[in-house]
């Protein structure tokens, strides 16, 4: 292939037919190391083989594609021919990187081999801005970019700068929680300030402590799904069997904005801490079930959170389970933005009558019966 090649895209739609891929690992990085201006790679179900129960080795030196501008890795049989080629390639840190692979079983045994890929990428990134996780019972896709976008159900019109797809055959409650503590430990989180998750099986409490509990700028959450556990992590009180969890020191941040302000050393001031998620200020809720003590589990950790000095500035509902406009009007009186479409879910005929206010409709007589009647 010419030296000058640019974009090189290598398709097989059918991964049992493994008619297009090199030989072995060093014909691929051999032939890439004669391209040297690459700005597009794209590797799909081409990858060389590896056998299974093969350990990944650390390669001497990688192949160095330094004009990369994007790369695609996908396998749709395996976790390690993935990893084993992009171990042996180097590419600058804003490359947008996306990973695609299939395991047998849903746990970390089946990804391991990825994890010093993900580790290189830590060390290599300083650190992304936005997350959005699509957790389901046959994968989990993350994707993440180094701008901020506040969470919604649309993805940024930007590519994400990193992208990884994983996939299994067999789902095993609740391994995949934590794989996606491994995944999510394993990437540059430390500035991260928007995370937005689809969660189908749920994430219960220690996965979102171990996962995303060490975010001290993250201002904005987006879940669909069961909010209970979240709910419960940002409480003042957090137990993760019968222990309970203490946050880090309070954040510290720079007192004094006016003209008089030390631009050097500027003055510190301690926000106020003891709880997790600081930096909170903007919670989406969707999909959520209320019933049974749910609610009042929430109207509890948002005052403890308002007492604390770390409220909410908007917290929005929607298409949610057993939630009815007179427990919104309680949320409004202690979040200043409440947006709630509207939508009442879950209720049977009786509870939708024993909520209706008789006394405040201008169509009843009150004769205090309650029943209608026309007046001519």
């Not at 390639?89 to 996306?98: A, D, G, I, K, M």
């Not at 995949?176 to 409490?205: E, F, K, T």
């Not at 969890?245 to 631009?263: E, F, I, N, T, Y």
């Amino acid at each position: 292939m010419s030296s000058n090649l640019v974009h090189l895209k290598l398709h097989n739609p059918d991964a049992s037919r493994a008619t297009v891929p090199p030989s072995s690992i060093n014909d691929l990085v051999e032939a890439l190391g004669r391209m040297p201006l690459l700005e597009t790679l794209e590797l799909d179900n081409v990858l060389p083989a590896v056998a299974e129960g093969t350990t990944i080795s650390v390669p001497s030196a990688r192949t160095s594609l330094s004009h990369l501008k994007r790369i695609v890795v996908v396998s749709r049989l395996s976790v390690l021919p993935v990893a084993n080629t992009l171990n042996h390639l180097s590419y600058p840190p804003t490359t947008s990187t996306r990973i695609s692979c299939l395991a047998s079983i849903s746990n970390c045994a089946g990804f391991a081999a990825l994890t010093p890929t993900l580790s290189r990428l830590q060390s290599a990134v300083k650190s992304f801005r936005s997350l959005r996780i699509d957790f389901s019972f046959t994968g989990i896709t993350i994707r993440a970019w180094s701008s901020f976008f506040l969470p919604s159900d649309q993805l940024p019109r930007t590519c994400p700068l990193f992208e990884l797809e994983l996939k299994w055959l067999e789902f095993k409650h609740p391994e995949p929680q934590s794989l996606l503590v491994s995944m999510c430990q394993s990437l540059p989180l430390q500035r991260l300030r928007s995370l937005n998750i689809y969660a189908g099986p749920g994430l219960d409490v220690r996965t979102w402590l171990s996962s995303f509990v060490d975010l001290p700028a993250l201002q904005a959450v987006r879940l669909r799904g069961d909010a209970t556990p979240l709910i419960t992590t940002l409480r003042e009180d957090v137990f993760l069997d019968d222990v309970k969890q203490v946050p880090q020191a309070p954040a510290v941040k720079p007192a004094g904005h006016g003209r008089r302000a030390s631009l050097r050393k500027p003055r510190q001031e301690s926000v106020s801490g003891g709880l997790f998620f600081p930096a909170l200020r903007h919670l989406t809720l969707e999909n959520t079930d209320f019933s049974g003590s749910a609610l009042d589990t929430l109207e509890e950790t948002l005052m403890e959170r308002c007492e604390r000095k770390q409220d909410l500035s908007s917290l929005t509902l929607a298409d949610c389970f057993m939630l009815a406009s007179d427990a919104v009007l309680r949320l409004e009186e202690i979040v200043s933005e409440v947006t709630w479409d509207g939508i009442e879910r879950g209720f049977t005929d009786e509870e939708d009558e024993d909520s209706f206010d008789f006394s405040n409709s201008e169509d009843m007589s009150d004769s205090g019966y309650g029943y209608a009647y026309s007046y001519y």
